[in-house]
């Protein structure tokens, strides 16, 4: 089965930036219907970041929109997650989400926003 690695996450304080990354042990991320960045804080649900489809269109939560941008990185294999103007609000596990043919989620990655 694909695994799905994230990096880049980290310790930040109010108004800064992070960059995550998600990649495939194997296989294109091309292949892959919808690529997507999850999250999940303490004693609350996982929820839906933002995604990007094959064919190209992004979906964000209201929650971020403005502030992070999904992309493709095809050189690299890789869907990355920017995310600017972070807030404490934003502090949670960020998973990474590979959808159809491969239907598999990475392990998560903190990201911890000091006020």
């Known amino acids: 089965q694909v695994q799905v690695v994230e990096s880049g996450g980290g310790l930040v304080q109010a108004g800064g930036s992070l960059r995550l990354s998600c990649t495939l042990s194997?296989?294109?991320?091309?292949?892959?219907?919808?690529m997507g960045w999850y999250r999940q804080a303490p004693g609350k649900q996982r929820e839906l970041v933002a995604s990007?489809?094959?064919?190209?269109?992004?979906n964000y939560a209201d929650s971020v929109k403005g502030r992070f941008t999904i992309s493709r990185e095809s050189a690299k294999n890789s869907v990355n997650l920017q995310m600017n103007g972070l807030k404490p609000e934003d502090t949670a596990v960020y998973y990474c989400?590979?959808?159809?043919?491969?239907?598999?989620w990475g392990q998560g990655i903190q990201v911890t926003v000091s006020s």
């Open positions: 989400n590979a959808g159809s043919p491969f239907n598999s």
């Open positions: 194997f296989g294109s991320i091309l292949l892959v219907n919808v």
């Open positions: 990007i489809s094959r064919a190209g269109p992004a």
